[in-house]
T-cell receptor, first 114, second 115 residues
Framework: DAGVTQSPTHLIKTRGQQVTLRCSPK?????VSWYQQALGQGPQFIFQ???????QRGNFPDRFSGHQFPNYSSELNVNALLLGDSALYLC?????????????FGNGTRLTVT | AQSVTQLGSHVSVSEGALVLLRCNYS??????LFWYVQYPNQGLQLLLK??????LVKGINGFEAEFKKSETSFHLTKPSAHMSDAAEYFC?????????????FGAGTRLAVHP
């Protein structure tokens, strides 16, 4: 049973560029959440997608956007990259709300902005 | 607003010693509480969770945690540390004010286990 898979594993971009990160949820899961983990910090919630719509959003600017596809996979897009966007981006999937079904995390995409 | 505080960014124990990682939360309503572990270059793995019911929760790898509402705490313990327990540990909360759809994480505690 494949868990949560993310691609790419590492990415280097220049300030001002745009980036797209991809995530395939664990089999049977219908909800995808994205988190940003800066070095030495805990993950911070970016947003969550369910039924192809953004269900909840954290305190991130509009430069961060996402999408969920009919097969439940998801993309995270970040425009106009800043140095401060350098972080590990984690995708997590679940079935329904967090309390009913715990989050299963992928190994993340390490984004470096130079 | 909800928040999570993990006391001690680094904890070091000897192999075989008791592991105690501290977590306190602030929430206006009883939250759901979680402990996750992160090994180098990997994502987070759920150790245990508390939603309702018994306040002493047992998880994987011999870890357990106790929800103490009066102390707003959810400390993680393991009676005997193993070298393989060395990792980063995160306490997290979800609940009414922040919604049950997202987790709010603490800053993490790095556990070192020495022979």
């Amino acid at each position: 049973d494949a868990g949560v898979t993310q691609s790419p594993t590492h990415l280097i971009k220049t300030r001002g560029q745009q980036v797209t990160l991809r995530c395939s949820p664990k089999s049977g899961h219908d909800t995808v959440s994205w988190y940003q983990q800066a070095l030495g910090q805990g993950p911070q919630f970016i947003f969550q997608y369910y039924e192809e719509e953004e269900r909840q959003r954290g305190n991130f600017p509009d430069r961060f956007s996402g999408h969920q596809f009919p097969n439940y996979s998801s993309e995270l897009n970040v425009n106009a990259l800043l140095l401060g966007d350098s972080a590990l981006y984690l995708c997590a999937s679940s079935l329904g709300t967090v309390g009913r079904s715990p989050l299963h995390f992928g190994n993340g995409t390490r984004l470096t902005v130079t | 607003a909800q928040s999570v505080t993990q006391l001690g960014s680094h904890v070091s124990v000897s192999e075989g010693a008791l592991v105690l990682l501290r977590c306190n939360y602030s929430s206006s309503v009883p939250p759901y509480l979680f402990w996750y572990v992160q090994y180098p270059n990997q994502g987070l793995q759920l150790l245990l969770k508390y939603t309702t019911g018994a306040t002493l929760v047992k998880g994987i790898n011999g870890f357990e945690a106790e929800f103490k509402k009066s102390e707003t705490s959810f400390h993680l313990t393991k009676p005997s540390a193993h070298m393989s327990d060395a990792a980063e540990y995160f306490c997290a909360v979800s609940g009414f004010s922040g919604g049950y759809n997202k987790l709010i994480f603490g800053a993490g505690t790095r556990l070192a286990v020495h022979p």
